[in-house]
């Protein structure tokens, strides 16, 4: 489903973000990208979906990411940022969830029953005719990650989805993660979460891969964390 290759990136003034990157991804593969803060993760991701000009091969799909290809791998990949803000740019939430649906060419009327019933599934229906810019942190990050999720993409990339969620949400999202059948990738401090929703895990440190690995290989390993700036998981803490 997803092939990275020789990936580097250096942002401009220089700073080496990136560097050799080499992963496969399989379909409907769950898998955690761990790494403390500026590790590269969110880089990474913004190579996945060509925001930025990277150095290397990445493979989506058998679709080689380059100018020509990006517009139909944007089609296939689902990214939900880090700063879900960002993500938000109608007036109400149930404008931003049926906007990209609407993009595609679905029908009003589709769109906005696929729109109710993500919203209903997340239990945001009580946000469906609010207006973004009044929403708390939490219902932001909620309401992005269903913009998301009604796309029904092949691959959803997630950046830190449950920073700012309550335990109920938070929970929501764990579940949720779980039950979608597309390929996932999960860029998370909360290793939990991750142990929760991911088979294989990338942990990643200065921008370089520092080890692939089953969950339990990589997430019950204390010193590999701490020598990477990570702790255990909570429920493997004594
Ligand atoms: N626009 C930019 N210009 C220059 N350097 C940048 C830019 N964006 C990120 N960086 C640097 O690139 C490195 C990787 O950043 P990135 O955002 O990918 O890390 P991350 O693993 O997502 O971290 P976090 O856990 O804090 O979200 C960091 O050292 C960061 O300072
Ligand atoms: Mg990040």
């Known amino acids: 489903m997803l092939e990275i290759k020789d990936l580097s990136y250096e942002y401009k003034g220089g700073f080496k973000a990136l560097s050799d990157v080499t992963i496969k991804i399989g379909d409907n593969e769950s898998v955690g990208l761990i790494g403390a803060n500026g590790a590269g993760k969110s880089t990474l991701f913004k190579a996945l979906t060509g925001l930025i000009d990277f150095e290397g091969e ?18 296939k990949i689902g990214y ?13 939430v149930i404008d931003d969830v049926m906007f990209g649906l609407l993009n595609y060419g679905t029908s009003r009327e ?17 946000l469906r005719d609010r207006y973004n810019h009044t929403l708390s942190g939490g219902e932001i990050k909620m309401a992005a990650i ?3 999720l009604a796309l029904k993409p092949d691959i959803v990339l997630f950046d830190e989805p449950t920073s700012s969620l309550d335990p109920h949400n938070r929970r929501m999202i764990i579940n949720t993660l779980n039950s979608i059948k597309s390929t996932k990738i999960v860029a998370s401090h909360d290793l939990d979460l991750v142990y929760d929703t991911c088979d294989r895990i990338i942990l990643m440190n200065g921008g370089r891969v520092v080890k692939v690995g089953g969950r339990d290989e990589i997430l019950k390993d204390e010193k590999l964390l701490t020598d990477n700036m990570l702790e255990l998981p909570l429920r493997f803490q004594k």
């Open 146 to 148: 269903a913009t998301i």
């Open 58 to 75: 990445i493979t989506v799909d058998g679709l080689i990411s380059d100018k020509k290809n990006i517009a139909q791998i944007r089609k």
């Open 80 to 92: 939900v940022v880090q700063e879900s803000e960002d993500q938000m740019f109608m007036p109400k």
């Open 110 to 126: 589709e769109a906005v029953r696929i729109s109710d019933e993500i919203l209903e599934r997340l239990g945001l229906s009580y």
